[in-house]
């Protein structure tokens, strides 16, 4: 199977080890073992500190330990240790189950602008891939239910969607999904939901739709400890489904990562459990960002705006210059040591996907730093377009 470049994940790759301000990244600023430790009562770290350090680094349960997967099931309505699969992270996950599920042929669709994996990977399985575009409505990305009725034929075999979005921050309702859902077993489609935002809710904002997996059969959920935890160092994610697909994607996964670390597997079951704590932490940083970009925006109107995200952490930048995206976030990352993703990468020319996950002091730091490169930008092509009219 040839899959075509996945360009976001070349330009964070060429960028992440380089610039000091990245204020792209999509998921919560991780935590450092000592602190997701803390997290626990003293008598019960301890017991968990002595539990790390006697664990023989052999290789962990292939599925995820019953602890770690029973502690998943528990999040979901009627599904048990069985029907979940402890992946290396959302994205061994989806790459399981388009492969598991779908063949050459297959009708998809995909909503878009999503994380290129969604709809790529079936691309290069062979399958036929229809977008759902997210559309803006009233200052707000927004999933168009209608349009996607229209998509939808005999042939379907699978949805793919996540929400919040990647990188609009739109949401879908319990009822969207429902609806969703709905299409899809009208004609024998399964519905994937990447939920890598699971938990990541805007401080007094929308609260968040439901699982996917809790409304049926054909509903499979995909979860991640990357992005809501702040544990992208562990490596994990999940995928809960029927026993069958469960089955069907532990069975592919034994030629491609085999198990997952047990490490991992350990301190993963420690975030679940204190999850509460988390977020509330997560809160904390994502309104002191929210505050301080909507002080930046309208204090910079002139140079960029945004539709602030509905939940999850990602939004798009508008900005009021002339210039392809991939030339802005290079500039940014080259002359400013600051992280925007190129809208290019998502089909959003004329953008940049910012996060606001990471610490409140880079991220206001990568946002000043960005008015003085859109300054000095449009600058340069107001000089230019004066050279012109000159001459």
């Not at 002080?295 to 009021?320: D, I, Q, V």
Request: net charge negative.
């Amino acid at each position: 199977m040839k899959v075509e470049t996945f360009t976001l994940e070349r330009w964070m790759s060429t960028w992440e080890v380089v610039a000091k301000f990245d204020i792209a990244e999509s998921g919560v600023y991780p935590l450092t073992t000592r602190e997701l430790l803390d997290f626990l009562p003293p008598d019960e770290r301890q017991s968990v500190e002595n539990q790390l350090l006697d664990l023989r680094l052999g290789y962990n349960e292939a599925r995820g330990t019953a602890r770690l997967r029973g502690d998943i099931a528990a999040t979901y309505e009627n599904v048990n240790a069985d029907q979940v699969l402890v992946t290396t992270g959302a994205i061994e996950a989806n790459y399981l189950l388009v492969n598991s599920l779908l063949e050459a042929g297959d009708h998809v669709i995909s909503v878009f602008p999503a994380y290129q994996q969604l709809f790529s990977v079936a691309k290069a399985v062979g399958c036929e891939v229809s977008l759902w575009r997210i559309v803006e409505d009233g200052g707000n990305y927004v999933f168009d239910l209608d349009a996607l009725e229209k998509l939808v034929t005999p042939k379907t075999k699978m949805i793919l969607i996540n929400t919040p979005n990647n990188p609009t921050g739109a949401l879908l309702s319990n009822d969207d999904l429902k609806r969703i859902y709905a299409l899809a077993e009208s004609v024998g489609a399964w519905v994937l939901c990447d939920e890598a935002y699971r938990w990541l809710d805007i401080p007094g904002g929308e609260p968040l739709a439901e699982p996917m997996r809790n409304l049926g059969p054909r509903a499979i959920s995909v979860g991640t400890f990357s992005k809501p935890f702040g544990l992208p160092g562990l490596r994990l994610g999940w995928i809960a489904a029927t026993e069958d697909i469960v089955k069907a994607c532990w069975s592919a996964r034994d030629f491609i990562s085999l198990a997952p670390s047990g490490l991992s597997d350990l301190l993963a079951s420690v975030a679940l459990r204190e999850r509460d704590q988390i977020v509330a932490r997560n809160h904390a940083i994502v309104q002191q960002n929210l505050d301080y970009a909507e002080g930046w925006f309208s204090k910079h109107s002139e140079l960029a705006s945004w539709n602030p995200p509905r939940g999850g952490l990602l939004a798009l930048m508008k900005y009021n210059v002339d210039l392809p995206s991939d030339t802005v976030a290079n500039t940014l990352a080259a002359d400013y040591s600051v992280m925007l993703a190129p809208g290019s990468t998502f089909g959003y020319e004329g953008h940049l996907r910012i996060g606001i996950g990471q610490t409140p002091a880079i991220f206001a730091e990568g946002l000043e730093r960005t008015a003085r490169c859109l300054e000095r930008l449009t600058l340069g092509q107001t000089a230019a377009v004066g050279t012109q009219g000159a001459s």
